[in-house]
């Protein structure tokens, strides 16, 4: 499968690091390797690139397209990137970006179980060798436990009536693909709005299922150790859950003297971006230097 991949707000991602020859750049979601690339091509012959993933599917195709001297590909989760910065003898960078959520690789491979397309046990795991799977979850765990992910990971309100339809389903037989979950909900909630009535709850499943906003949490924290004085935090997120968090770091580590907000509103693609890769329609970008 060729997935053409357009690095997301490329040219405002460069300026927020302020890219320069020479620099340390971690990529903490180096997925295809997009916006690594981009990197590596500002950081001259001293420079370097760390790219990190927690999937390793994802890393094996970037190493294949990226094999250079100075991109050292790693794989590692958020919580994980101190130490495996430090196992390659680095304790300051000059730059760290997070394009948070899912690849378009992720998300079209469909035996990955992500999308509600997938015929395809759920599975929804970013990081492949991780026991958890989305199935565990839809098929083991208490209406309670259900209807509170749902709830605070996708923001669904009748979040109550889809765990019922889940659990009367399971009374029946397991659910085993992304396929059969997405026909339950649409069964529990009809039609209505432009998009999948599934949507909500696949998004929260996700999140759950990786853990992404404690990730998220971490991920951050580490960042602030990790950066050398004047040195940037870039991070794109693509819902109001994963932004909240990131502004809310953002805003409490300024007004502790950390670091230096660049700037009060999100960059956001143009429409011309948008247009030319409609996965970036939602993405908002902060960043922050270092103080
Ligand atoms: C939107 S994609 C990144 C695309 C990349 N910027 C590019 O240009 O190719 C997000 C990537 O982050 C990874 N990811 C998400 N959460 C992670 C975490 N907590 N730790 C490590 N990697 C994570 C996913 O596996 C996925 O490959």
Known sequence: ???????????????VLAVHQGGIYVDA??????????????????GRVLGMDRDEQALKRTRERLSDTRVILKKSAFSQMQEALQAEGISGVDGILFD????????????RGFSF???ERLDMRMDSSQALTAWDMVNRYSEKQLIQILREYGEEFRA???????????????????AELADIVFRALGRGGKTHPA???FQALRIAVNGELDELKLGL??????LKKGGRLCVISYHSLEDRIVKNFIRDNARAGNVNMLMKKPLVPSREEIRHNPSSRSAKLRGAERL
């Open 1 to 15: 499968m060729t997935i053409v991949h357009l690095p997301v707000l490329a040219r405002d991602v460069m300026e």
């Open 29 to 46: 979601t180096a997925g295809l390797g997009g916006h690594s690339e981009v990197i590596l091509s500002k950081v001259g012959q001293d």
């Open 100 to 111: 948070l959520g899912v690849s378009m690789m992720q998300m079209k491979d469909l035996s």
């Open 117 to 119: 397309l997938s015929g």
């Open 160 to 178: 109550a009536r889809v765990v019922r339809a889940i659990m009367n389903a399971r009374k029946e037989k397991a659910i085993d693909t992304c």
């Open 199 to 201: 949507t909500k709850t």
């Open 221 to 226: 924290a580490a960042s602030l150790r990790m």
